[in-house]
């Protein structure tokens, strides 16, 4: 249902609670469990049953006459109608609800987007992966999550900016210049075990073996990184296989569909200062003690650190070696981000970072008393998810040869194929464990719901190009639009209607509560609804008329199947192998 038949209908109810001298309620609407019940209920006569002392079924009553004597009823709705203790169910109107379909097709793309957030900025920050190795399925999940939900804001009105730290600091970067020169060593032919703390895998030897050939790597954007072929430089082989794996990491995340608009690096927060700057910030605010030749941050002083959150003991921040723990440049990276305008900014990361949440805000919140900054508790958000298996043949996949000892993103991408591998990631939500089934993701069939939404949109373009093979003429998109819609009157013709009605809410509610998972929930019901209605109704009918209004449907039904799987970055195919069990009718 469009919100401007949502508003009518509550304009309606308000202007029927003046008869009962009601005039301070907003009435709310629902969608029923049971369509069968209508298209929205509302519960405002049982909620002012105390209120007015009377019983709620003649509350209700008294409303759906004042409604049905309202000269906008006629127009709006076919019935209204009290079920239960007092529910008002409604109807819209055949005509009323058919415009939809106008809409869609006169929007085009931009069916469903709203400006409700515009002017306002966002900072999502997601796969922050450390340039040490292959991306893993976690990556792969932060990267496509992040992707669509990117997608979603901007789809609200939202200013998107798309960012990827890079921990290029610290002693995991150390561990792989190590782990590079040993595998030059054993490539000159020198007989040497991988120490415990290296880093293992076919990759450590081929960024070793270029090395050795003096291959240079050029860095995406940046100046070519040249190889001496000299493995004692340090310093050199840990810029040049930084740049080597972040290389990998990009080409990766492209096959992916996942791109971002800057990048950032931890190393800059020590070069500039800012991780210095942080620190003496929160000391001045006097939340710092010394203990055991270390420096505390005191976070368990802050009792609310968003939606009631709060640590149960002080955090190290300078370990009595003098280097600072992981978190402490993690809140100098987010006064960044707030000095940068961002009031709004969320991270996508693993549920093992779920420790980190009150560290971060606490430091924030501390250091912000210095800095004269007013900080939001809840800065910033965070979506964690948990990690996935894959399964394969049958059989649970534990690794690969790249990695070593991980399942890559680049695994799963050339496994399952970009489309899949997009829908599969974000199809659940982000706190749920799931099985990405490989063999499922490869299959056509309506078993796979990717395969099952592409082949609806397929579906569609072939029944337009066979009423041209038929000798049929088409109107064009605009022309469909002012067509005679009064033949959609079929049970599956308004169950198609409405779902393509709820497309706008879908997207405002996945943006909202940062859950991509509920427009693929929205997409399989909008196949769903367009098959049941092929399988129902004839659509190449001779009679002019009727042929039109079911094609304005079906066009309308396929812009917005393009639409979402547009947001989720799979493609909408107009051609595609049919199911094995198909004969094509239409």
């Not at 789809?155 to 590079?180: H, P, T």
């Not at 982000?430 to 082949?455: G, H, I, M, R, T």
């Not at 989720?568 to 049919?578: D, H, T, V, Y």
Request: contains cysteine; hydrophobic residues 40%; aromatic residues 8%.
């Amino acid at each position: 249902m469009l919100d401007q038949q949502k508003d009518a209908i509550q304009n309606l109810i308000v202007r029927a609670l003046a008869a009962l001298d009601v005039a301070d309620v907003v009435p709310q609407l629902e969608k029923p469990k049971d369509p069968t019940h209508g298209d929205v209920a509302c519960t405002v006569a049982m909620q002012l049953a105390r209120r007015l002392k009377q019983n709620p079924r003649a509350i209700a009553e008294t409303l759906v006459a004042e409604m049905k004597a309202d000269e906008a009823f006629a127009a709006l709705l076919e019935t209204v109608e009290i079920a239960g203790p007092g529910f008002i169910n409604f109807r819209v109107a055949q005509n009323a609800r058919a415009v939809i379909v106008s809409q869609v097709l006169q929007e085009g793309e931009k069916f469903g987007r709203s400006n409700e957030f515009a002017g306002k900025s966002v900072l999502l920050e997601y796969v922050s992966a450390n340039p040490t190795g292959p991306l893993h399925l976690g990556h792969a999940r932060q990267g496509a999550l992040g992707d669509v939900l990117a997608n979603l804001l901007d789809s609200q009105g939202w200013k998107v900016s798309r960012e990827f730290y890079y921990n290029d600091a610290g002693v995991q970067i150390g561990n792989l210049a190590m782990s590079i020169q040993v595998r030059c060593r054993q490539l000159q032919g020198e007989s040497l075990e991988l120490p415990e703390n290296a880093y293992h895998g076919e990759y450590i030897v081929s960024i070793a073996r270029d090395f050795l050939d003096k291959k240079p790597v050029i860095p995406h954007g940046g100046e070519p990184i040249e190889s001496t072929g000299d493995y004692g430089d340090t310093d050199l082989i840990r810029r040049y296989s930084v740049a080597y794996l972040r290389n990998e990491q990009d080409d990766d995340l492209s096959a992916l569909g996942v791109r971002f608009d800057n990048f950032f690096l931890e190393s800059s927060l020590y070069t500039t200062g800012a991780v210095q700057k942080t620190v003496q910030a929160i000391i001045d605010a006097g939340y710092t003690y010394e203990a055991d030749n270390a420096l505390w941050l005191r976070t368990t002083a802050f009792e609310d650190l968003g939606n009631g959150l709060r640590d149960d003991k002080d955090r190290v921040m300078k370990k009595s070696d003098g280097t600072y723990t992981y978190f402490v440049p993690d809140v100098a990276y987010h006064l960044n981000k707030f000095s940068r305008g961002y009031t709004k900014a969320v991270n996508i990361q693993g549920t093992d970072h779920h420790g980190t949440i009150a560290r971060v805000r606490a430091g924030l919140q501390a250091a912000s008393k210095t800095l004269g900054v007013t900080i939001p508790k809840t800065f910033p958000e965070y979506i964690l998810h948990k990690m996935l298996s894959v399964v394969k043949g049958g059989e649970v996949v534990k690794m690969s040869k790249r990695s070593g000892n991980y399942v890559t993103l680049r695994d799963l991408v050339d496994w399952a194929g970009r489309d899949a591998a997009r829908f599969f990631l974000v199809s659940r939500k982000a706190d749920a464990e799931f099985v990405f089934d490989v063999d499922l993701a490869k299959k056509n069939s309506d078993e796979n719901p990717v395969y099952y939404l592409q082949y609806a949109h397929a579906r569609i373009c072939s029944v337009f190009a066979n009423a041209l093979e038929q000798g049929y003429e088409i109107p064009n998109r605009e022309a469909l639009a002012t067509m005679d819609l009064s033949p959609l009157n079929s049970k599956a013709a308004e169950a198609l209607i409405g779902a393509v009605a709820e497309y706008p809410n879908t997207l405002r509610l996945a943006a909202r509560d940062h859950a991509p998972h509920i427009l693929c929930y929205y997409l399989k019901d909008l196949a769903a609804a367009f098959h049941a209605f092929y399988n129902a109704e004839r659509v190449l009918v001779d009679d002019a008329v009727e042929r039109n209004a079911r094609l304005a449907l079906l066009a309308a039904a396929r812009q917005v199947l393009a639409n979402g799987l547009a947001l989720l970055g799979i493609s909408a195919p107009e051609r595609m192998a049919r199911r094995d069990d198909e004969a094509d009718a239409q």
